[in-house]
């Protein structure tokens, strides 16, 4: 029952609230190039493809301190960045619509925005599909028939079927943390106590 008042409560936040709106200069720059990697892989029959490809190097920039640091690195000269993305996509034997892709973010100085970028791609993949990622954490573990009745609940108002990804993180320390498309609500103890270090910080 908390967790569906929960739910209902933050739920308000997320009415009439369009995808697409009132979002800073580098959402908009990543659903930009997102839309056109869609367009391009689209019309080559590769969406799938590259969809898992994009899902990889996700994985590699949240699994890899070193790569995450690297590609928010400005001093990283293009000729640097491009011997290390081809690396990467000839050993996971990326397409070359994909390689090329990454090689040209780099190119346009846009690579700072990867992550956001094959972010927004993958959640244009789901839309397409009729889907609509949605990653829920609790603090408490929460039962089979919870989270099916959320995925209801998020279902309802967005009018899309929700796909799901939930996390038990006890590391919240109390609370929940959900994120819908680009839109994110975090209840957390955890949260909330950084909120009050960095008041203290700025202070």
Known sequence: MLIRSWLLINLQHF???KLSKNKGFS???AERYSLALYELASEN????QIEDQSVSILNLISSNKDFSILIK???NTQEDMLKIIN???ENNKFEKLFKNFLNFLIIKRRFFYVEQILKSFIETCSKKRGELKA???SAKELSN???SK???ELTKNFKFKIKLDYKYDKSLVGGLKMQVGSIMVDTSIKNKLQQIKNKMIEA
Do not use: A
């Open 45 to 48: 029959n590769l969406v799938k």
């Open 73 to 75: 690195n400005p001093t």
């Open 145 to 147: 028939n919870e989270i």
């Open 15 to 17: 009415k009439g609230i």
């Open 135 to 137: 990653e829920l954490r």
């Open 27 to 29: 959402l908009i720059t």
């Open 150 to 152: 959320i995925t209801d």
């Open 87 to 89: 690396s990467i996509s």
